[in-house]
T-cell receptor, first 113, second 115 residues
Framework: GENVEQHPSTLSVQEGDSAVIKCTYS??????FPWYKQELGKGPQLIIDIRSNVGEKKDQRIAVTLNKTAKHFSLHITETQPEDSAVYFCAARDSNSGYALNFGKGTSLLVTP | EAGVAQSPRYKIIEKRQSVAFWCNPI?????LYWYQQILGQGPKLLIQFQNNGVVDDSQLPKDRFSAERLKGVDSTLKIQPAKLEDSAVYLC?????????????FGSGTRLTVV
């Protein structure tokens, strides 16, 4: 099955700086890569996703890049704000079995004022 | 659009007791997932349903966990008997269809503590 590695496990940035979270995946047939934000006591919420036929996608301050050859993808948050503080998870769709999402272990992002 | 509903929000039980969690997915979503999220880790798939059929339950500890989605809508996940290591948040998610490249919508989860 798909194996997703995520780094770093914790990240602290100052307000206004950029934050980058990186993930690698093992299944070369994976074709869908979403990112989720999880706040305390809540379920993960989809913030952006990318499909394998594009290399980059942007949505305001958030962007995701995908390198299929190297099997890695990254989340970029620019002009960070304190409300960006949360745990972020990357995921990749498993091409086997039920095509379910396999998640990384998460990155705890802290944005300090 | 109403989100994914889960209940209860919290549950504390003693080891060897049984517990059940309920999930109501977004209306029209054919695929329903149960994930287990241990503190400090990412969600791990337990079972996936397509309508009322099981697509993948390879990671479900079937000696103690069971799940059903009888009418292809609501789902129940049961643990019997519970162990200390079952302490986790149990997340239910739904998506439009099996294999579709759309993200899931997650519920808020049920936090289970086994003492």
């Amino acid at each position: 099955g798909e194996n997703v590695e995520q780094h770093p496990s914790t990240l602290s940035v100052q307000e206004g700086d950029s934050a980058v979270i990186k993930c690698t995946y093992s299944d070369s047939a994976s074709n869908y890569f979403p990112w989720y934000k999880q706040e305390l006591g809540k379920g993960p919420q989809l913030i952006i996703d990318i499909r394998s036929n594009v290399g980059e996608k942007k949505d305001q301050r958030i962007a995701v890049t995908l390198n299929k050859t190297a099997k890695h993808f990254s989340l970029h948050i620019t002009e960070t704000q304190p409300e960006d503080s949360a745990v972020y998870f990357c995921a990749a769709r498993d091409s086997n079995s039920g095509y379910a999402l396999n998640f990384g272990k998460g990155t705890s992002l802290l944005v300090t004022p | 659009e109403a989100g994914v509903a889960q209940s209860p929000r919290y549950k504390i039980i003693e080891k060897r007791q049984s517990v059940a969690f309920w999930c109501n997915p977004i209306s029209g979503h054919a695929t329903l997932y149960w994930y287990q999220q241990i503190l400090g880790q990412g969600p791990k798939l337990l079972i996936q349903f397509q309508n009322n059929g099981v697509v993948d339950d390879s990671q479900l500890p079937k000696d103690r966990f069971s799940a059903e989605r009888l009418k292809g809508v609501d789902s129940t996940l049961k643990i019997q008997p519970a162990k200390l290591e079952d302490s986790a948040v149990y997340l239910c998610a739904s998506s439009l269809d099996f294999g579709s490249n759309y993200g899931y919508t997650f519920g808020s989860g049920t936090r289970l503590t086994v003492v």
